[in-house]
Every structure is written in structure tokens, then in C-alpha cells.
């Protein structure tokens, strides 16, 4: 099995942290539980080598509230902006167990933000604590790897300013191909979830798929991420169907990450091409991964 660090940072979660910026009435109550784009770069398909490891996740972001034909909505006149400052830390631990057939790996991530958004005030707030008990990875031989597991958002965190007050329960199932320095990935992720009780709000489930194609020379990792987001029903409220709801992303931007032998650092860049019924905003990531501990090291 090849040196997983081909990925730029650790392949940590089988999904990446939530941390969209807050919209409006206009999208899904108040963020898509998985950040679009959140698991590009990683080859979610396949874990690395037994031990405990740490990643982190800095990103920028900024945009505009679009409207359901993917323009930019003005209220009275004067367009909704957002910038946003997120850190995701996250612990992967891949004790070396084997459940049917596939290595076993589990994780812990607790996002957090800066939010500053037009017509509201600063806001710095932890994200709903995500648990992912169970990561699954098949290796099919000839570089092919088939990944799955469970992020479990739970209804934690700062619900006045930032998190979802509701629980979300997001499976995947990842493909890989990890040969000749390639990382080829398509990374399929649904988020189901539940009612926020304290004002009877569904918000509907999600579709996100994450795509990955990068190509290593020597310790530099290069090529391109892209990332698809579909809300799959209108979100209800009191029983009503809420009109222009489905939010909708479509994202695409380079990759670059450098292998130092103790640590990784790779850097992503996600355009925003398309953005319906929510802020319509790219993102600039940071990232580092680093083993804490490896069996024999």
C-alpha cells in the first residue's frame, strides 16, 4: 500500500467539516451541514497507515447572497455580503482492525468561525461537534480503493449565532485510485436531517459530491478539486413547503501540496461558478497533517 501522504493533508474524515456561512430565509435554515468542497484533496476512498493522526483546516471564504436563478439578491437595494475565517481540527485513529474485509478508522472534529455578514453583527462561534465513528476502506488491488463511513453532527455548539440546532446523519461512499503518483477520487456524501424542534424547521437533505485529481512529482502534489452540492427536497416549516430553498453549488479551483517527511502542507482554491438560494462564496484553504503516533515509528 502506497505512502498515503500523496493526499497533501492526512486523509482524515470521509467528509469534511460544515462551516458555510450563514445565508438567509432565502436557503437552507441556516448552513449545509458539510462545507461544499470539504473533503477535495483527500483520497476519501482509502486511510492511511495505522496510527493517530492530527489535520487542521484554515480557510477564507467570501461572496454574495444569490437568489433562486443564480443571481445576486438585493434587499432594498444593497447586495448581502459575507467573509468568513474558519479553523477545522480534526483527530483520525487508525487502530489497525479490520471489519468485514475493509480497515477500520475513526475520527473527531469540533469547527469553528468568524462570520462578518452584511446587516448583521461579528460573530465567532464553535460549529455543531462532528463524530465519525465508523471509516471503512476497501483496498481492491491495482490502486483501487472503495471507501465508506458516518459523520454524525451533533446538536452541539453556539445555536444563537452559528450552529445547526438539529442533528444531521451523513454517509458516503468514496472511490480511489492511488497509482503512479495519482489520486484520482469521486467522494459521494448525503446529509440526512432532523427537525429543529424549537421552531418546527425540516431542512431538507442534501447530495455533495467532492472531486479530486492531483498527480505527485517528487514531494509536490499538483492538480485540480471540484465540488457539486444539491439540496434534494425544499425544506417545510409548520408543514408548509418553503418556496426557493434548494440551495445548489457548483465549485472548481487548483491544488498544491508539499511533503516535508513530519508534516504536510497543501493549499485549495474553490471558485465559485454557480450558487442558487445561498451565499455564493469561493474558498481559499490551508491545511496541515501530521502523525502523532505510527505503530514501528
Known amino acids: 500500500m502506497q505512502n498515503l501522504k500523496v493526499f497533501g493533508v492526512y ?11 450563514m445565508s438567509s430565509a432565502n436557503a437552507a435554515e441556516r448552513l449545509t451541514p458539510m462545507q461544499p468542497g470539504g473533503s477535495t484533496g483527500n483520497a476519501a476512498g482509502a486511510l492511511p ?5 492530527f489535520s487542521v483546516d484554515t480557510f477564507v471564504n467570501n461572496g454574495s447572497l444569490r437568489g433562486d436563478d443564480g443571481k445576486r439578491v438585493k434587499p432594498a437595494g444593497r447586495s448581502i455580503n459575507t467573509m468568513n475565517i474558519g479553523v477545522t481540527p480534526t483527530l483520525l485513529w487508525v487502530p489497525g482492525w479490520e471489519v468485514l474485509g475493509a480497515r477500520y478508522g475513526m475520527a473527531i472534529t469540533q469547527p469553528y468561525q ?3 455578514t452584511t446587516g448583521s453583527e461579528i460573530t465567532d462561534a464553535l460549529f ?7 471509516i471503512l476502506s476497501w483496498d481492491l488491488g491495482n490502486g483501487l480503493f472503495v471507501g465508506t463511513g458516518m459523520n454524525i453532527y451533533m446538536k452541539t ?4 449565532r452559528y450552529a445547526n440546532e438539529f442533528w444531521t446523519f451523513e454517509p458516503n461512499l468514496a472511490v480511489s485510485y492511488l497509482a503512479n503518483g495519482w489520486n484520482l477520487t469521486l467522494n459521494n456524501t448525503f446529509d440526512f436531517n432532523t427537525k429543529n424542534e424549537s421552531n418546527d424547521y425540516q431542512t431538507g437533505s442534501f447530495y455533495y459530491l467532492d472531486a479530486t485529481a492531483t498527480k505527485r512529482f517528487g514531494r509536490w502534489q499538483v492538480g485540480a478539486v471540484a465540488n457539486y452540492t444539491q439540496q434534494l427536497e425544499e425544506d417545510e416549516q409548520y408543514g408548509v413547503k418553503l418556496d426557493d430553498t434548494q440551495v445548489m ?7 498544491l501540496s508539499y511533503d516535508f517527511d513530519k508534516f504536510t502542507v497543501s493549499a485549495r482554491y474553490l471558485q465559485n461558478i454557480r450558487t442558487e438560494n445561498d ?8 491545511g496541515v497533517g501530521v502523525p502523532l503516533y505510527r505503530p514501528g515509528k
Do not use: W
Open 128 to 134: 455543531n461537534l462532528i463524530l465519525t465513528p465508523a
Open 279 to 286: 451565499m455564493g462564496v469561493s474558498f481559499f484553504h490551508i
Open 249 to 255: 453549488h457548483v465549485m472548481a479551483g487548483p491544488y
Open 49 to 53: 497507515p495505522d496510527g493517530l493522526y
Open 114 to 116: 468568524h462570520t462578518e
Open 11 to 21: 486523509a482524515c474524515l470521509a467528509a469534511g467539516a460544515a462551516l458555510l456561512p
Open 157 to 160: 455548539g453556539d445555536f444563537d
